[in-house]
């Protein structure tokens, strides 16, 4: 079965040995800061709606257009 590129090839797999998904590590592994160190950013309770659903768009949560900040925040919390 052919399979999308995936931007993030090493983080994808190990996504996959941890036991995600192969949609779910391919939606991480393909967000625009694959593979980046964290802990730079602010939590999402500091977010803006619009922050939180433009990072909803890029890891591909359906329904956000209908989610308040509150399930925004969990729902990327959670997927």
Known sequence: MDRPSIKNEDQ???LRDK???QEK????ANTPNAGEKG?????YEDWTKAELYQQAKNVGIDGRSK?????????LRNN
């Open 12 to 14: 994808y797999e190990a």
């Open 67 to 75: 989610m308040d900040k509150k399930e925004l925040i969990h729902a």
């Open 19 to 21: 036991g995600y998904s």
């Open 39 to 43: 802990g730079k950013s602010s939590p």
């Open 25 to 28: 590590a391919a939606r991480i």
